[in-house]
């Protein structure tokens, strides 16, 4: 090669590097951008997807740790690099593999929350919280150049700060997953829960806890609770309501005018958000005054009383009995899960702790045949989910043999209650769920002599009474 072609080489390179540095920086924009529209393309629509997409998800509390630790590195390297220039170098590396784990474990946590259908304000905070600081990370790859170089000197330093903000939010959200939403705030000091608007957790003698909670249980919490979250709230607790949903906040303490929740409680029953929705009956009167009494003193969760109401105390469910080691048939369940398609999941890593039967991926097809496969396996069962399935008044015969359930949801089911009796002598039970069903209040009479029964709904059904009732100190019957 001649000297003048090398020169006209060494001449282009600089050329070549602006070239690759462009396309780079425009991937990284088109990056950005494609995380920013995640949500809107792909929606966490409440349904469970593909078995790979769970499977992959649940490495997601596994890599979520390795971009907090490069992120938390990052800042350390900067300041330590002015006095330790190779320090700087190392912080651009690990800088490029804090970009490229933020988004391996938004991938995975998608991938989770999509695959297993989950969904929920926390959720959403959490989803937006990894896509906030997966951006800005890219942010600071693409700022860093300019920083170095004295001829951008603010954006870097801005959104590294940004940053170290995001991951404080994102990783609180995830622990609210996993732990609770007072998981960080529980023990901090009442002047701190002060500062950070942070909510006390429900005393359990409390207003809330004797009155406002069961009147949510009863009515609202099937549409707000953990199996099915409209709008984006939940109201099977203390933090969670308090947490608001898609449109904010539906409590604001002292203020009944702009309570969301109670203005939705109190619409004419036609209105299209009126609340409780699908067709339910709307709360009684002394409900409503007692929500609305609760909100004007405060919604405290930790007062005892309020002025003009008494609290009654309401029925204990009884403690789980053990269910027996089950961990020898383990290699039957497996046989039978991949045989029916419905699945018997451990509660805990416990086998005393029991299994819980869900046929939600084979619903339409479930049926009492099927059912009765699972006999042998039935005194280790603590709940079982036959929603939707084809099980009719014939399956109640196998699920007398469930000695240890304790919840059972038949909604929407062809059953007629003409084999509830042979329930009786499930003396854990204390859930169970007719609602959408044909059971009749001649069918359902034999449950009034279960005694540990505290949570029978029978919504939509020829035995729903004209107006929620609770006998029994608290039984809800709507």
Same mark, same amino acid.
């Given at each position: 090669?001649?000297?003048?072609?090398?020169?006209?080489?060494?001449?282009?390179?600089?050329?070549?590097?602006?070239?690759?540095?462009?396309?780079?920086?425009?991937?990284?924009?088109?990056?950005?951008?494609?995380?920013?529209?995640?949500?809107?393309?792909?929606?966490?629509?409440?349904?469970?997807?593909?078995? *790979?997409?769970?499977?992959?998800?649940?490495?997601?509390?596994?890599?979520?740790?390795?971009?907090?630790?490069?992120?938390?590195? @990052?800042?350390?390297?900067?300041?330590?690099?002015?006095?330790?220039?190779?320090?700087?170098?190392?912080?651009? @590396?690990?800088?490029?593999?804090?970009?490229?784990?933020?988004?391996?474990?938004?991938?995975?946590?998608?991938?989770?929350?999509?695959?297993?259908?989950?969904?929920?304000?926390?959720?959403?905070?959490?989803?937006?919280?990894?896509?906030?600081?997966?951006?800005?990370?890219?942010?600071?790859?693409?700022?860093?150049?300019? *920083?170095?170089?004295?001829?951008?000197?603010?954006?870097?330093?801005?959104?590294?700060?940004?940053?170290?903000?995001?991951?404080?939010?994102?990783?609180?959200?995830?622990?609210?997953?996993?732990?609770?939403?007072?998981?960080?705030?529980?023990?901090?000091?009442?002047?701190?829960?002060?500062?950070?608007?942070?909510?006390?957790?429900?005393?359990?003698?409390?207003?809330?806890?004797?009155?406002?909670?069961?009147?949510?249980?009863?009515?609202?919490?099937?549409?707000?609770?953990?199996?099915? @979250?409209?709008?984006?709230?939940?109201?099977?607790?203390?933090?969670?309501?308090?947490?608001?949903?898609?449109?904010?906040?539906?409590?604001?303490?002292?203020?009944?005018?702009?309570?969301?929740?109670?203005?939705?409680?109190?619409?004419?029953?036609?209105?299209?958000?009126?609340?409780?929705?699908?067709?339910?009956?709307?709360?009684?009167?002394?409900?409503?005054?007692?929500?609305?009494? *609760?909100?004007?003193?405060?919604?405290?969760?930790?007062?005892?009383?309020?002025?003009?109401?008494?609290?009654?105390?309401?029925?204990?469910?009884?403690?789980?009995?053990?269910?027996?080691?089950?961990?020898?048939?383990?290699?039957?369940?497996?046989?039978?899960?991949?045989?029916?398609?419905?699945?018997?999941?451990?509660?805990?890593?416990?086998?005393?702790?029991?299994?819980?039967?869900?046929?939600?991926?084979?619903?339409?097809?479930?049926?009492?045949?099927?059912?009765?496969?699972?006999?042998?396996?039935?005194?280790?069962?603590?709940?079982?989910?036959?929603?939707?399935?084809?099980?009719?008044?014939?399956?109640?015969?196998?699920?007398?043999?469930?000695?240890?359930?304790?919840?059972?949801?038949?909604?929407?089911?062809?059953?007629?209650?003409?084999?509830?009796?042979?329930?009786?002598?499930?003396?854990?039970?204390?859930?169970?769920?007719?609602?959408?069903?044909?059971?009749?209040?001649?069918?359902?009479?034999?449950?009034?002599?279960?005694?540990?029964?505290?949570?029978?709904?029978?919504?939509?059904?020829?035995?729903?009474?004209?107006?929620? @009732?609770?006998?029994?100190?608290?039984?809800?019957?709507?």
């Amino acid at each position: 090669m001649s000297s003048q072609s090398v020169a006209a080489d060494e001449a282009e390179k600089p050329a070549r590097r602006d070239r690759r540095t462009r396309v780079a920086r425009l991937i990284l924009w088109l990056v950005i951008a494609e995380l920013l529209l995640l949500p809107f393309v792909v929606p966490l629509d409440g349904k469970t997807h593909a078995d *790979w997409q769970q499977f992959l998800g649940r490495f997601h509390p596994l890599a979520v740790h390795l971009p907090i630790g490069f992120l938390l590195l @990052v800042p350390f390297l900067e300041l330590a690099g002015r006095r330790r220039p190779a320090l700087r170098e190392a912080a651009s @590396v690990v800088l490029s593999l804090s970009a490229v784990a933020c988004l391996a474990a938004l991938t995975l946590g998608y991938l989770l929350a999509y695959g297993g259908g989950e969904s929920g304000s926390t959720l959403t905070l959490h989803m937006w919280g990894g896509i906030a600081l997966s951006a800005l990370t890219l942010l600071c790859v693409l700022a860093r150049p300019g *920083w170095l170089a004295g001829t951008l000197p603010l954006p870097y330093p801005a959104a590294l700060t940004a940053v170290m903000l995001a991951l404080v939010f994102t990783a609180h959200e995830g622990g609210s997953i996993t732990h609770g939403s007072t998981y960080l705030t529980r023990y901090m000091p009442a002047g701190l829960k002060g500062i950070f608007g942070a909510t006390a957790d429900a005393n359990p003698d409390s207003f809330y806890a004797k009155t406002i909670n069961p009147i949510f249980d009863s009515n609202c919490v099937s549409c707000h609770g953990s199996s099915k @979250v409209e709008g984006g709230l939940r109201l099977d607790s203390y933090g969670r309501l308090m947490r608001g949903g898609r449109d904010g906040a539906v409590v604001v303490p002292g203020n009944t005018g702009r309570s969301i929740l109670l203005q939705r409680i109190t619409l004419p029953p036609g209105d299209k958000h009126f609340m409780p929705s699908e067709g339910k009956p709307p709360l009684k009167p002394d409900q409503i005054a007692a929500i609305t009494a *609760w909100i004007r003193q405060g919604a405290s969760p930790t007062s005892i009383s309020i002025a003009g109401f008494a609290t009654t105390e309401r029925p204990k469910d009884p403690p789980p009995q053990p269910v027996g080691d089950y961990s020898a048939l383990m290699p039957e369940i497996d046989a039978m899960d991949k045989k029916l398609g419905a699945k018997l999941v451990p509660v805990s890593s416990k086998p005393s702790d029991g299994l819980i039967l869900e046929t939600v991926d084979v619903a339409p097809t479930f049926n009492d045949a099927q059912l009765a496969q699972l006999a042998k396996f039935a005194p280790y069962i603590v709940e079982a989910d036959l929603a939707r399935t084809a099980i009719t008044d014939a399956g109640f015969d196998t699920l007398a043999t469930f000695t240890h359930l304790r919840s059972l949801h038949l909604e929407s089911t062809a059953i007629t209650g003409s084999g509830l009796a042979k329930l009786a002598p499930l003396t854990q039970l204390t859930y169970l769920n007719l609602s959408g069903t044909r059971v009749t209040q001649a069918a359902a009479s034999p449950l009034a002599s279960m005694k540990n029964l505290h949570h029978l709904y029978l919504f939509n059904t020829p035995a729903q009474p004209a107006a929620s @009732v609770q006998p029994d100190g608290g039984r809800p019957t709507t």
